[in-house]
């Protein structure tokens, strides 16, 4: 498990530290690889639209393929159904 977002090593090693994180969080503050998983596009905050990380959440096997993916994902539930799909 990993998370990724455009915030830079600095402020992610900060956030990690106060949630006690187990897991590496990945910085991409050009966001190409954002871009390149289709989790960097146009969303709605506020009401208003910006640009901005889309809640993805993606699966690879053991070789690194992807074998599946959730896009513009809602937070509440969605670990659930992640761990009933890989069940």
Do not use: C, I, N
Not at 8 to 16: C, D, E, P, T
Request: glycine share 12%.
């Amino acid at each position: 498990m990993a998370g990724l977002s455009k915030d830079g090593v600095a402020s992610h090693a900060k956030f990690a530290a106060k949630l006690g994180l187990g897991y590496p969080l990945l910085a991409d503050p050009e966001t190409g690889l954002l871009k390149a998983l289709g989790a960097w596009g146009a969303k709605t905050m506020y009401g208003k639209q910006v640009e901005g990380a889309l809640r993805s959440t993606f699966v690879f096997d053991a070789k690194g393929r992807l074998t599946k993916a959730y896009a513009k994902v809602k937070a509440q539930g969605h670990a659930a159904l992640v761990l009933a799909d890989l069940a």
